[in-house]
């Protein structure tokens, strides 16, 4: 699913879109949006006067007026159509991976029978073998396989499930590449994994999320003051000896109530989880989106998120008379039948100094010792020399007493910066210390002060003793750690927090993840982890990166930008409309008021018609930044509202001048009134 | 064309820079009045009449309530007051202290009245001399003048307690706030008030009229009867002009309320006076800021009102400065600005500011007519009206009504600093938006839906002594008036028919009462709400960007909603009197 090389505008969604607007203009569809609901009304009633009309109003104003109000209320369509098609086209390209599906269902008394994926339910068993695609998503029961999980990943490389652990987990659809699994099925058909991602990507089970109702609303009692106004001025102009005409009336009506945000508030929500379904998250609720933009704590495990989840050997440190060339040649050779990350890091930290690449098939005279848990050591019986390397109490143990002060230190100075220290030896001789130290993954540290700077805290949880812990974490720069954590310290921290008025995004994998997952308010679980884990969380990673949840942050606070900036820009138009529409319907009666008519507009038809169609074009024109959504910068919220409001406050404020007048001189030019 | 001259200046630089000063201390004052056992110098003398008059009402200081509870006590209340002063006016010629033996007061202007002061409007479609005896004076309407504004205090203590506390169900006990305010604030400030005002000349008696022989028998304009002779009015005044200004009730004791000589005699008495209006409204919002531990936000409001207040004087000023260009082009009007309707011992600097001052403020008390305006100058008392009288407002209800506007202006633009938008560490959700509009739609149903009802029909068009524009301005200035509790009038407007006396009361009661209901709502939900610590990540309730966000709420939401209607009113008549010379 490579969603992320969609274009912002195909042309395929841009055709089907469009057909969805005109289906959307149904006004029992209408009515959830209140907006564009009013708009459509107001189109109605223009038409309806078109029709019987009056002699009072030219046909050509009356009808151009209606056909723009027409195209706004399209146009508001047209966006939710375009947001809800991209989603669509993600979903039908999941859809592909599932089409008449067999499966191989374990009757109780043992006997394999082949029936259509549809009639599995909860608790089935089910035997996939090598190059079968998993019927349904379940646990595995039995077995270990590689799967491919390329249909809802995109990532080529297959990855290993097996019984027991925390990689028990498979997705229905993806294909079982090597060995053969015994199954349990955990979700009844309609109701899968992908199932949900399907319909949650197409915006059909979409639900207002709490701020988009509170925002709605919003939208609603504008539109209701509108309307009191506009109401109002009828009897105020028939005082005045104006007649006003129900087409002026609902002219600026359409264009005082907040079209913009109101014909965009949908296409912001569901490409703000299309935005996610693009980094590969699939969020559960578009709640658990914006919940993602309200997080100030992230809860990161060490491993895997901050470091790269391995120790690697970084420096040697030769005991006194032996030179650096000598250990590192001693500790290659050492680690040569060390297979662990750990030893292949010190093979290749050995090449640096100067060493040629080495392998065990060059030495057939060698008698190589392959690391084992058990011995905490590997080595090579190389010409009647013992060479070994391991941790420093095994190696004392091999030798047989005790080393020099010099190693001593080194051993003591590297375990209190956090590292790890291992000793080499041939026979009795200690030939020094090799450090081994967690890598920090790049960029983190400035990642983390970005955060900082937008106020969210950044804790990291490890197992490791406090030492290692206060290392990892200097270096990495998070702001605050908890050392030698339980699991269970995890849901302990969440709710701590939680009680603080904090709200807490965290990642997690593990069966003993998912109460921590489920207690926190963006619990992101890997789709390598167990069924539990997924269940727990609101958010799935199909790349299983941890370090994604920081993104998913940004793509919460982008979504709920680019609705407030929207929504300031909408409103702040309001006032280059007034001064179009009211100098334009009162001029006819008090030649005086000519003066207010600050864009010099043509004549009153032209103003009323170019605010209407200005008012319906800025929807179309904004578009793509509602897909797209406002460029996300990490700054400190002062900053971000000055910034924001600069562009979509003083922006929505000026801009619409310019723009009605361009559209009145288009509109002049064309003898179109 | 007059200028804007340079006693002006001195005059508006010293108005704001007193204000300025004077704000932390009565905020510090206010933070002790408002606490059921805060400590003030007044308390040796004081508590024992709290205390008695808690267990006269059967209330237990330590109690607080909820907020149905602390809006039915406030409503309660009120409704009682009303039902008591519409009683005494009826019966008021079988009631004590009638001298001029007047007669029962009407029953549609007997209701009007009565919702006039339980709004804490002052909205006076009476005469005080020719109408109201002593007694109802005093015991109807100065009653009010206090209880009235230690309602609208003791809203705003609840909606600030309910910002200020979190996870909490309860925002204060109403009783308390009410004895509190009352004991502690109004009656002894009115009292030092009142001894500052007599100082200056107002009267304060219980005589009969005076009948008198002018100097000038020609300028005498009161009513009279038996040749050259004047009857001058006399009474109490001073003791209910101290309590008009502090509580911003506005009612004046004579008909020309602070024009009359007695009831505004010299400059300075017309300095404090304005100042003293805006006392209680500018302290609140050190009150607030000081509760919600944020001095910054309650500096940041008063610095959007500040603002906003400045504009609008400056506009008035300006506008009254300039004149009449008609009458100045005839000669008849030289250099003096606008002077019609204006008392000369204020002139046009001290007449503009105080029109700019008691319609921000929901005073309503007028030391010149504000229908002799020039068009735009009297655009200024009306805008200021209509947008909820949020510029200090007033005591109470320009704060939470400015609170309100905080709620939008925190909700419209909170949301690009990316997060849930949050006010003070309370995520502003559905049910605040919710009944922070109600209160704004209120306003505008209330005043948009009268003028309008008003201007097509028969009742309403009656009224009018004016025709065309200036006419359309009147009955909105009525509307607006009644509605936010101002109290002043385009007083063109004949507003004692039945007509206009009920519907102006419904304005007056709808404006104050069912916009209380929302303001106590959204107190109670915010004080519910969890706290959100504060960090980087924080909506920033103060500095210059929100007071920029604040005001252009106030203008967009508040003022533009007005702007058609006052288009075909005030600036039509301004472009006309400019454009083509005719005057209205």
Known sequence: ?673 | MAMMDLYGWIQLALFVGLLFLVTKPVGLYLVRVLEPDGKTWLDRPVRPVERLLYRVLGVDPKGEQDWKQYTQSLISFSLAGLLFTYAVLRLQHILPLNPQKLGPVRPDLAFNTAASFTTNTNWQNYAGETTLSYFSQMVGLVFHNFVSAAAGIAAAAALVRGIARHSAKTIGNFWVDLVRVNLYLLLPFSLVFSLFLTSQGIVQNFKPYVRTTPVESTTAAAPDKAGNSQIIAQGPASSQVAIKMLGTNGGGFFNANAAHPYENPTPLSNFIQMLSIFLIPSGLTYYLGRKVRNQKHGWAVWSAMAILFLAAALVCWRAESAGNPRLQALGVDPGGGNMEGKEVRFGVSGSSLFATVTTAASCGAVNSMHDSFTPLGGLVPLVNIQLGEVVFGGVGSGLYGMLIFVILAVFLTGLMVGRTPEYLGKKIESYDVKVSVLAVLILIFSILGFSAWATVSRWGLAGLNNSGPHGLSEILYAFSSGTGNNGSAFAGLNGNTPSYNITLALAMLFGRFIMMVPVLALAGNLARKKLIPPSEASFPASGPTFIIILIGTVLIVGALTFLPALTLGPVVEHLLMTGSGVLY
Not at chain 1, 18 to 29: E, G, Q, S, T
Not at chain 1, 313 to 341: H, K, N, R, W, Y
């Open chain 1, 1 to 673: 699913m490579p969603a992320s090389t969609r274009k912002l505008l195909d042309p395929d969604i841009i055709g089907r879109a469009a057909l969805d607007a005109v289906r959307k203009l149904n006004p029992v569809h209408l009515l959830k949006n209140p907006v564009i609901f009013v708009t459509e009304v107001g189109a109605l009633l223009t038409t309806v006067g078109l029709l019987m009309r009056s002699k009072s109003e030219p046909a050509g104003f009356v009808l151009q007026i209606s056909v723009w109000l027409w195209f706004t209320v399209l146009f508001a369509n047209f966006a939710e159509a375009m947001a809800e098609g991209r989603g669509k086209a993600q979903a039908s390209e999941l859809r592909k991976t599932r089409t008449c599906l067999t499966a191989n269902l374990l009757r109780s008394d043992g006997s394999v029978e082949s029936v259509s994926a549809e009639r599995l339910r909860k608790g089935d068993l089910v035997i996939v073998s090598a190059r079968e695609v998993i019927p349904a998503d379940g646990e595995i029961v039995e077995g270990a396989a590689t799967v491919d999980e390329s249909a809802i990943t995109g990532e080529s490389a297959p990855v290993i499930r097996e019984a027991g652990g925390d990689r028990s987990a498979v997705t229905g659809g993806t294909r079982v590449l090597s060995d053969r699994i015994k199954v349990r099925v955990t979700s009844d058909p309609g109701q899968s994994f992908l199932d949900r991602m399907i319909s949650l990507v197409e915006g059909a089970r979409r639900q207002k999320t709490p701020n988009e109702i509170a925002l709605t609303i919003l939208l609603s009692a504008l539109t209701i003051i509108f309307l009191v106004v506009i109401i109002s001025l009828k009897p105020f102009g028939r005082y005045s000896g104006v007649d006003l005409t129900m087409t002026v009336l609902v002219a600026l009506l359409v264009c005082l109530i907040p079209t913009t945000i109101g014909g965009l508030l949908n296409a912001i929500g569901i490409a703000g989880i299309d935005r996610m379904v693009q980094k590969n998250v699939l969020a559960m609720s578009g709640r658990a989106v914006e919940a993602a933009g309200d997080v100030d704590v992230l809860l990161l495990d060490k491993t895997g998120t901050i470091t790269l989840g391995d120790r690697q050997a970084t420096d040697f440190f030769p005991a006194p008379g032996v030179t650096i060339e000598e250990m590192a040649s001693a500790a290659q050779l050492a680690s040569l039948a060390d297979e662990t990350p750990e030893g292949r890091s010190i093979v290749v930290l050995a090449k640096k100094h100067g060493l040629r690449g080495r392998s065990i098939s060059d030495m057939p005279g060698a008698a190589f010792i392959a690391f084992s848990a058990q011995t905490r050591m590997s080595g090579v019986d190389l010409g009647g020399h013992r060479i070994r390397k391991g941790a420093p109490d095994a190696i004392r143990a091999f030798i047989g007493n005790d080393y020099s002060v010099e190693v001593h230190d080194a051993v003591s100075q590297i375990a209190f910066k956090g590292g790890t220290p291992l000793l080499v030896a041939d026979e009795k001789r200690v030939l020094g210390t090799i450090e081994l130290k967690d890598i920090v993954k790049g960029g983190l540290k400035d990642r983390f002060e970005r955060f900082r700077a937008m106020g969210i805290k950044t804790v990291m949880i490890t197992g490791d003793n406090p030492l290692t812990a206060a290392a990892i974490a200097r270096e990495s720069g998070v702001d605050d750690f908890i050392a030698e954590a339980k699991p269970e310290d995890k849901l302990m921290l969440i709710r701590k927090e939680q009680a603080a008025g904090h709200l807490v995004a965290m990642t997690g994998d593990g069966t003993n993840d998912a109460p921590a997952l489920a207690q926190a308010d963006v619990g992101m679980a890997m789709n390598t982890g167990t069924q539990a884990a997924r269940e727990a969380g609101n958010m799935v990673d199909l790349d299983s990166n941890p370090t994604k949840l920081i993104e998913v942050v940004e793509i919460g606070k982008q979504l709920l930008i680019t609705r407030g900036a929207l929504t300031t820009f909408s409103i702040a138009n309001d006032v280059a409309k007034y001064f179009a529409i009211v100098p334009a319907m009162l001029v006819g009666v008090f030649p005086v008021i000519a003066p207010l008519n600050i864009m010099g507009l043509r004549s009153p038809a032209s103003a009323i018609l170019s605010a209407v169609i200005f008012n319906a074009l800025i929807i179309i024109a904004l578009i793509p930044l509602a897909l797209r959504g406002v460029r996300f910068r990490p700054l400190g919220a002062a900053a971000l509202l000055r910034r924001n409001l600069l562009i979509y406050g003083l922006g929505g404020l000026v801009a619409p001048f310019p723009g009605i007048k361009l559209v009145d001189i288009i509109l002049n030019a064309l003898h179109l009134v």
